[in-house]
């Protein structure tokens, strides 16, 4: 059972500022949440297999081959800066 006192303390948690009505709403929210919760928890699931996939999904993969070879040379033509032969980009503080 969830109470105002367990609101006020994730709310402090959180470092948010609650109304009292706030306070009631999410009361009576979160212990409408951990009631379904505990349905849901009621539910037999022996004979389910777990998944990651609710729809039945395979990854298609590609053999990974060099197609086309960019010389150095030709993609250091688009660098906006370039410093020893390496893109030059600005300095992250």
């Known amino acids: 059972m969830i109470t105002i006192k367990d609101v006020e303390h994730v709310a402090k948690l959180a470092r948010l500022e609650l109304t009292e009505d706030e306070k009631e709403l999410y009361t009576k929210q979160l212990g409408d949440v951990l009631k379904y919760v505990d349905q849901m928890n009621e539910v037999d699931t022996s004979n389910i297999k777990p998944m990651t996939q609710v729809i ?33 980009v600005p300095k992250i503080n």
Do not use: T, Y
């Open 56 to 88: 039945d999904f395979c990854n298609v993969m590609r053999e990974d081959k060099v197609v086309q070879e960019i010389s150095k040379e030709a993609l250091m033509s688009n660098a906006p800066e370039e410093e020893n032969g390496f893109f030059k």
